[in-house]
C-alpha cells in the first residue's frame, strides 16, 4: 500500500488519500483480514478504511457455481468490531432491508433492521479505544 499511496500522491487529487483494507486471497475462495495491515496503514498520512462485507466474502466458490459470491455473515461483524477497535477512519458495509433478496453478495449483506444497533455498538467500541489522536470524538 506504501507505493500505492506514493502513487496516488504524486497526482492531484480533491481530499488526500484513503486507503481501503478489503481482505488477501487466500486460495481461490478465502479472504483473509490481518488487523495488522489497518494498524500499519494508520501510520502513514491516508486515511484508512474498511470494507467490512467484502473482506467477509468467499468469492469464488458460488461465483463457479454461477450464484455470486459466498460469504460468512458472522465474520462481518468480527471484522467490523477489530477494524473500529484499531482505530480505522472509514468503515464500508453493505446494508440491505432484505439480504435474501440482494441481488449481489446476498450472504455478507448486513440487515438493515438490526443495522442501528449494530453501529451503535461500534460507537461505543471507538469511544473505548484508545487509538484517537488526531481523529475527531465520534458522537451517537
Not at 16 to 42: A, H, K, P, Y
Amino acid at each position: 500500500m506504501i507505493a500505492a499511496q506514493a502513487k496516488a500522491e504524486s497526482r492531484p487529487n480533491h481530499g488526500g488519500v484513503i486507503l481501503c483494507e478489503r481482505g488477501t486471497s487466500v486460495g481461490s475462495d478465502q479472504l483473509i483480514l490481518d488487523v495488522r495491515n489497518l494498524v500499519q496503514m494508520r501510520s502513514s498520512t491516508a486515511l484508512v478504511a474498511l470494507d467490512a462485507t467484502h473482506a467477509a466474502q468467499r468469492p469464488a466458490f458460488r461465483t463457479r457455481l454461477g450464484q455470486g459470491s459466498d460469504g460468512d455473515l458472522f465474520a462481518v461483524q468480527a471484522i467490523a468490531r477489530a477494524g473500529v477497535a484499531v482505530g480505522i477512519d472509514c468503515l464500508f458495509m453493505e446494508v440491505h432491508e432484505d439480504p435474501s433478496r440482494a441481488p449481489v453478495d446476498s450472504k455478507v449483506q448486513w440487515p438493515l433492521d438490526s443495522f442501528e444497533t449494530f453501529l451503535r455498538e461500534l460507537i461505543h467500541i471507538a469511544n473505548a479505544s484508545k487509538w484517537r489522536t488526531h481523529s475527531r470524538a465520534i458522537e451517537e
